[in-house]
């Protein structure tokens, strides 16, 4: 299946628009991840825990939003965005949610 965030395919035309489908996943925040990531801030430096949690968030976020894609028989998704949103629910969750056009191709 090709995901991508253009709106079209190069050599692929499109024989059907099959709808917008979605993915999203919610992560709770560990309480020591955010102690060492604020160290960090304070201290400078990327915070790589956070990073792979989000990394985890967005592959999972991705592969529903393709099961979906594919559930419809669609071959691919154009016009992909993905949305990240930090502290949802007091601080306590992560978000991350993508979206995109289903497309069958001819």
Known sequence: MIVTTTNSVEGKPIQDYLGIVTGEAVIGAN???DL????RDVIGG???S??????????AALTE?????KARGADGIIGVDIDYEAGVSQ??????????TAVKFR
């Open 46 to 48: 990327r915070s790589g």
């Open 91 to 100: 601080g306590t969750m992560m978000m991350v949610a993508c979206s995109g």
């Open 36 to 39: 060492f990531a604020g160290i």
């Open 65 to 69: 939003m393709t099961a979906e894609a």
């Open 50 to 59: 956070y990073e792979e949690v989000f990394r985890q968030a967005r592959d």
């Open 31 to 33: 309480v020591f991840r």
